[in-house]
Nanobody, 123 residues
Framework: QVELVETGGGLVQPGDSLRLSCTVS????????MAWFRQAPGKEREFVAV????????DYATSVAGRFTISRDNAKNTVILLMRSLKPEDTAIYYC????????????????WGQGTQVTVSP
C-alpha cells in the first residue's frame, strides 16, 4: 500500500516563502512521477507542479512558474515544493500525488494522493 504524507503548510504573509514536503512509502519512490496540486475553497483542484521519476524534468502551472520550485530526493523518498513570493491567491489546500507513469497535468491520471496541507497567505 502506497502512502503519501505532506507536511509544511501554515499561515504566512504575502511575499513570504514556505516549503512543503511529501514523503512516500510502500513502493520504490523512483517508480513515481510526483506532482503537487492545490484546491482553494469553492474551486476545482488545479495542477501546480510536476517532476519526472528521475529528477531532471519539471513543469509548472503558469500561475506559479518562476516562484515555485519542485524537487525530489529519491534517497529520502521525498518531494519538495519550495514556494516563494507567496500571494493571497496561493491560499489553498496543497496535495502531493504520485503516478507510475509519465508526467501529466491531469489530476485524474494520478493514482495516489496525500491528505493535503493547508497554506494560507494573508496580511
Amino acid at each position: 500500500q502506497v502512502e503519501l504524507v505532506e507536511t509544511g503548510g501554515g499561515l504566512v504573509q504575502p511575499g513570504d516563502s514556505l516549503r512543503l514536503s511529501c514523503t512516500v512509502s510502500g513502493r520504490p519512490f523512483s517508480d513515481y512521477t510526483m506532482a503537487w496540486f492545490r484546491q482553494a475553497p469553492g474551486k476545482e483542484r488545479e495542477f501546480v507542479a510536476v517532476i519526472s521519476r528521475i529528477a531532471g524534468v519539471e513543469d509548472y502551472a503558469t500561475s506559479v512558474a518562476g516562484r515555485f520550485t519542485i524537487s525530489r530526493d529519491n534517497a529520502k523518498n521525498t518531494v519538495i515544493l519550495l514556494m516563494r513570493s507567496l500571494k493571497p491567491e496561493d491560499t489553498a489546500i496543497y496535495y502531493c500525488a504520485a503516478r507510475a507513469g509519465g508526467m501529466t497535468w491531469d489530476a485524474l491520471e494520478y493514482d495516489h494522493w496525500g491528505q493535503g496541507t493547508q497554506v494560507t497567505v494573508s496580511p
